[in-house]
């Protein structure tokens, strides 16, 4: 005898919903590592940008240049700002991309646990129907007189 779990649909999906919500997280983790690249690359720029600014200050050069170089800064912080609310939203993502995989896999290890005791129980029936076979046998085998 074969054991066949009734249920065997919805621990699958349950675990195909573990599955997609890993994939989900994976998905936001990545974004969120690409946000944070881009945020550095943005700051690496600034930095670089602020230097020049000095160097031009420190040297011979024409207020417009300079002017030139304050707006591209005030442009980059508007950038940097930008990315930086962007960068809060791929990380709130993250948390909730976890929370939801958190769930899942709560979800799916109940249903592996109710197919594990419905197994047992068959186990322990099929155990018992045999005993009761073999002792059936050996009843007649050894029966009474």
Do not use: C
């Amino acid at each position: 005898m074969r054991f066949r779990y009734k249920l065997q649909k919805i621990v699958d999906l349950k675990s195909n919903q573990k599955a997609q919500a890993e994939w989900m997280l994976s998905m936001a983790m990545s974004k969120m590592k690409l946000e944070e690249q881009s945020l550095e690359e943005l700051e690496r720029t600034r930095r670089s940008l602020m230097d020049s600014m000095q160097e031009a200050a420190a040297a011979t050069t024409s207020a417009a240049e300079l002017t030139m170089l304050q707006a591209y800064l005030q442009h980059i912080d508007l950038l940097i700002e930008r990315k930086l609310q962007e960068l809060k939203l791929a990380r709130q993502e993250v948390v909730e991309r976890s929370d939801q995989l958190v769930a899942r896999m709560k979800d799916e290890k109940i249903w592996h646990k109710a197919r594990e005791r419905s197994l047992n129980a068959f186990i322990a029936d099929y155990n018992r129907r045999e005993q009761t076979v073999m002792d059936e046998i050996a009843s007649v085998r050894y029966g009474k007189p």
